[in-house]
């Protein structure tokens, strides 16, 4: 049985053999490593040291290494290899893994590297696709059956076409003109008789998809079918591509991070141990933008300046009612965001979704709205206090509930991306809304408060 | 080429259906469906109408459908059958779905179908292991190989064997003991010749787990190795059980959604149109909790009402202060949390952690604190004013990226979710700090101010 590698023994092995500056023995010790694990400790290496290394290890163990890194990491670590080896470890890649990285070099030096490698025709076709469309993460289309071919013509097929392919569980069916008809599981074709057709023996009905699909999509019909492989066909229907599971357990993931950062105002590249300065260029703008919308709410404030100055409690009771609408808003705009990503409603659903906030929010602020009034009035002993500061909070959880719909499906609406921005408008709203609330009724009520 | 079903167009005809009372026609068409939507569609009908369509359909089409909801989605359907139909319908179930309902019936109901059932052989087993680790996700253990037999003979296992399996990918070899020693591809088999010994066709590296380990570490090994497959062992390496991928898909995107809910502070279980009653258990009393810490930074607040009461310019500045701390504070946690969800950083990287983000807040908070005192000092013509703010937010912004480091790993070092709970921490610490920074250092110098 092997256990999963402890990453950080690996690592105090490795630093162990770079300092006795054993660099063959760090490679081989690299080599013998799983991909991933080699992929990790490799990109926390100084360029000096991971230069000595990819030069010391072979073409196929390297492209498994590189394989398992994001592109951005591996473009920086492949830089220490000339044109000629970096082809000849494209040329052990997955296909889809090496237009990846090709597609982050730059495009002269992507070309040179295209041109001396032997697999170029799998790769070259690949790179027309977008990175986040099922062009981008699918493989070349496999090799594929005939429906007049029978089981045990399909075997020898096998035996020749597939000797290197890595993930093989369903076999494809073309027509003449290479659209999809029908599909064939490896097991389906073992339980089956040498001399049956694969006409008899295939599936016809196969779910695909289009090349242009956005790759969140592609993973959410993996996660709602169960699926492994999905072969992806153009706008005429024929077979150019495939894509298997593991391409997508790495979307979900990417995605996932992608929208919890947007929520949380971080520029999803951010990595815990980024270089400080990518550190901040991933969320000093966003804290600036948020000052911006911040000194929205400020103004609001300043114009009830004479009632603070009159009644400086005011003051204490100011930000809870703002924090609990930004609070409110922001779980029902997570709610909306994931569910929108998910596919669980489509915009088409915001009208009706905006109706149920509504309520709860309605029901929430009646709730917090009484309990925030009560504790005020048994505070400060003035009810009408009390009264100003839990209307202003049952308004503004209505607000929120209305915002936290509204701004999210307004986002995807327009093509943009619900996470992104979205917190930043909710809370605004709710900021401002919840000031000039609070301190516009405490205004109006001013006589009952002094 | 079959298109994912359009749901919407789905559910119309379903309505369509039921408005003229064509049961039968309705039963048929959910039938007709891939399971996938067809339990997507039978969990938003009302309870009499479930109960006419579930009496309707064949248990191995039940078994289908049941299979692609969510267990407790499924449980509430499943009540419409009776103990002999239920049993009929979870003999048809992957043992690992089958468990899981089970697991969410009443226990004395569960064992009453367990007793009906053929399969029960199979599914007990399961029934022992909880529900969010790797024994809780698996299947049983696959009829499995002996190193001596020839490929041939691994063939007619396989023929006699798996006919009902579903996803076979792998086949794992065991020793005399069931301990796991080796593992053969589907497609080495196929690649092999017949008289060849699974011994020699065999690779004796299998990355395999306990049964006892959590299914979010499970996930992240499926993502970091791209398997297919996981093989799990109990505490003497014996094989009882297999993990497989589209089980992990729905694992991954469970706790994705986990994180992403606890984050904004609503139970992971909120659904967007969940009954409202539902919808404010998830959600009030996160409020509440919010507004009891909330009315701490309220007292820091009240403490200074004499100064507010003096400069009522204060109390616009006030929650800008407190508000990019708590933005800040939230960028830091969130990297944290999703770090320690994907295995980048463990508790033992906590102290590194700090320190680098000390560094981020100190720099953000040096940007942030001279734009908003260079603002506040243009805006009210006070240079002090301007001081107070920018010092203050500089603090705060320190504090914020110490608490967003120290909550979360605080919180999984205690064997808490660390997801849970730490906005709430991390937005105390920087509304009561922000506050208190601010207002302490306006009382300080509070002979300019005015």
């Given amino acids: 049985m092997v256990d999963p590698v402890k990453l950080a023994d690996a690592m105090e092995q490795m630093q162990v053999l770079l300092q006795a500056d054993d660099l063959d023995g760090a490679a081989e010790f690299l080599r013998a490593l799983h991909p991933a694990d080699g992929a990790e400790i ?7 040291t991971q230069a000595a290394l990819v030069t010391r290890l072979q073409p196929v163990d390297l492209a498994e290494v590189f394989g398992q890194m994001d592109a951005e990491d591996a ?42 490698m032997d697999e170029a025709h799998s790769v070259a076709p690949l790179l027309a696709y977008p990175e986040d469309t099922a062009g981008g993460i699918m493989n070349v289309a496999p090799p594929s059956l005939r429906r007049y071919m029978t089981v045990a013509e399909a075997f020898a ?37 040498p001399q049956q057709t694969i006409e008899e023996v295939m599936r016809r009905e196969v779910i695909s998809v289009r090349v242009d699909m956005d790759q969140e999509e592609v993973a959410q019909i993996f996660a709602r ?65 948020n000052m911006g919308t911040a ?10 300046e004479d009632t603070i100055a009159a009644v400086a409690v005011l003051a204490v009771f100011m930000p809870i009612v703002a924090g609990q609408g930004g609070n409110a808003g922001n779980q029902t705009m997570t709610i909306i965001v994931r569910s929108l990503a ?32 009560l504790v005020a009035w048994l505070w400060m002993g003035n009810a009408v206090l009390g009264a100003v500061i839990g209307l202003a909070m ?29 917190s930043i408008f909710v809370t605004t709203a709710t900021d401002v809304m919840g000031f000039a609330l609070f301190l516009g009724l405490a205004t109006l009520l001013l006589r009952w408060l002094t």
Wanted: charged share 25%; no cysteine; hydrophobic share 55%.
């Fill in 42 to 48: 490799l990109s926390t290496l100084d360029p000096e």
């Fill in 342 to 373: 998910l596919g669980e409603i489509d915009v088409r659903s915001a009208w009706r979704a905006a109706r149920h906030e509504f309520v709860i929010g309605l029901l929430n602020g009646i709730a917090l709205g009484i309990s925030v009034g």
């Fill in 225 to 289: 079918y169960d699926l492994l492989a999905l072969p992806v066909v153009d706008h005429d229907d024929r077979l150019v591509g495939l894509v298997t599971v593991d391409d997508v357990v790495d979307v979900l993931e990417e995605e996932a991070t992608e929208d919890i950062y947007h929520l949380a105002q971080v520029s999803p590249d951010a990595a815990v141990f980024a270089p400080v300065a990518d550190a901040l260029r991933s969320r000093l703008p966003w804290l600036y933008v």
């Fill in 394 to 422: 049952l308004g503004n959880l209505i607000v929120a509930a209305l915002a936290g719909v509204i701004v999210p499906t307004t986002l995807k609406r327009l093509n943009l991306d619900p996470a992104l921005a979205s």
């Fill in 157 to 193: 097929f096998l035996k020749e076409h597939y000797h290197d392919a890595n993930q093989v569980f369903h076999l494809y069916v073309l027509d003449r003109n290479g659209r999809l008809i029908g599909v064939v599981s490896l097991r389906a074709l073992i339980l089956a008789e």
């Fill in 75 to 116: 473009v920086d670590v492949v830089q220490h290899l000339d044109e000629e080896a970096l082809a000849d470890v494209l040329d052990e890649m997955e296909p889809d893994v090496a237009a990846d990285l090709l597609g982050e070099m730059e495009p002269a030096e992507a070309t040179a590297v295209l041109e001396q």
């Fill in 295 to 304: 000194f929205l709410a400020s103004m609001v404030v300043a114009f009830f």
